[in-house]
T-cell receptor, first 113, second 112 residues
Framework: KAGVTQTPRYLIKTRGQQVTLSCSPI?????VSWYQQTPGQGLQFLFE???????NKGNFPGRFSGRQFSNSRSEMNVSTLELGDSALYLC????????????FGPGTRLTVL | GQQLNQSPQSMFIQEGEDVSMNCTSS?????WLWYKQDPGEGPVLLIA?????ELTSNGRLTAQFGITRKDSFLNISASIPSDVGIYFC????????????FGPGTSLSVIP
């Protein structure tokens, strides 16, 4: 069974631009969560999607948004990029939300210049 | 809010030594997860625990769900160089069961 895949793996953008990251969950997994990882803040929860609906949202500004498609693939978008958005963005999938093990993708390394 | 504390923050050990690390919280957890992350990669799930007192092994790794439900422990026996990485504990609490909370991580270095 293929694992969680994320594209692209690396991305360089400049301040003010916007970016879209993609995540394909493990086959059969319907829940997708997104995390931001930085050296200073660790792993911080962005949002979770299940059945194309956002179930949960972390404490991030509205510039961060996401969506999930009917095949469970998910995208997250960051608009008006700031230097502080430079981070490793991780996607994790699980069979269902709540009390299930999450499996992470390799992440997308975003650098904002 | 709910927070997880991990100790130690970092460890330097000789190859072949056993390693112990722990994760504590002031909140009650009903799921504990241990992950390992290699540089530039996403965390990989090592062990999942669902019941207080549960002891689960995965090869040389053993993790326990603390009896108080506020802590968990991970032990690595006979460490090898590929054990190097950052180990994260994570879990779901009884009150915020729909979110996984992550600890800050323990960085492990193994000296050959």
């Amino acid at each position: 069974k293929a694992g969680v895949t994320q594209t692209p793996r690396y991305l360089i953008k400049t301040r003010g631009q916007q970016v879209t990251l993609s995540c394909s969950p493990i086959s059969g997994h319907r829940s997708v969560s997104w995390y931001q990882q930085t050296p200073g803040q660790g792993l911080q929860f962005l949002f979770e999607y299940f059945s194309e609906t956002q179930r949960n949202k972390g404490n991030f500004p509205g510039r961060f948004s996401g969506r999930q498609f009917s095949n469970s693939r998910s995208e997250m978008n960051v608009s008006t990029l700031e230097l502080g958005d430079s981070a490793l963005y991780l996607c994790a999938s699980s069979l269902e939300p709540v009390n299930n093990e999450q499996f992470f993708g390799p992440g997308t390394r975003l650098t904002v210049l | 809010g709910q927070q997880l504390n991990q100790s130690p923050q970092s460890m330097f050990i000789q190859e072949g030594e056993d390693v112990s690390m722990n994760c504590t919280s002031s909140s009650i957890f009903n799921t504990w997860l241990w992950y390992k992350q290699d540089p530039g990669e996403g965390p990989v799930l090592l062990i999942a625990l669902y019941k207080a007192g549960e002891l689960t092994s995965n090869g040389r790794l053993t993790a326990q769900f603390g009896i108080t439900r506020k802590d968990s422990f991970l032990n690595i026996s006979a460490s090898i160089p590929s054990d190097v990485g950052i180990y994260f504990c994570a879990g779901r609490t009884k009150t915020s069961y729909d979110k996984v909370i992550f600890g800050p991580g323990t960085s492990l270095s193994v000296i050959p």
